[in-house]
């Protein structure tokens, strides 16, 4: 009798054993899958954030330029070389084209192109608590709602217009 609840005793034990290490890789998965989602907010807002400076900077291009400027008109001239280096070499390919007897080369517009984002339907509805980056933006600070995210190293690649002198 004692032998059979030594046995018992051990199946329990070791079932106790398995079900705590189910329960830890399961936590380990859901912190990571949040982590994941984080990363994915994080570049999706970067990307966001990097069109908006470069519609910014086109603007202050096309309507706010200062040729007195001694800290942007640089920058200018460089936007300025770029493009007459662009025209030449589009130049140059066609010519090219030309001469090989291709076809003309249809020029292709985004004129007739509109946005399309779909929403989700009722059937896909985003769980709560989670962030759907096609209709939601993302929150404010993610590392005070999330501190178990903070101790994960997020790569910093700085650009180097980003250390430009902007007054």
Known sequence: MDFLKNITAAFKTAG?????????????????????????????EEKAAERAYLALGRYYYHNLRD?????????????????????????????????????EIEEITLDDVREFAPQPTADEAVPEGMVDEAVEAAPAEPAAEHPETESEPVSEEKDESEELPFE
Do not use: Y
């Open 67 to 103: 040729a007195g400027n001694a800290v942007t008109e640089p920058h200018c001239i460089d936007i300025e070389a770029a493009e007459r280096r662009i025209d030449a070499a589009v130049q140059k390919l066609e010519a090219l084209c030309h001469e090989e007897g291709e076809e």
């Open 16 to 44: 106790g054993a398995v079900q705590d290490a189910v329960g830890i890789v399961a936590e380990k998965n859901r912190k990571n899958a949040l982590a994941n989602r984080l990363r994915t907010v994080i570049r999706c």
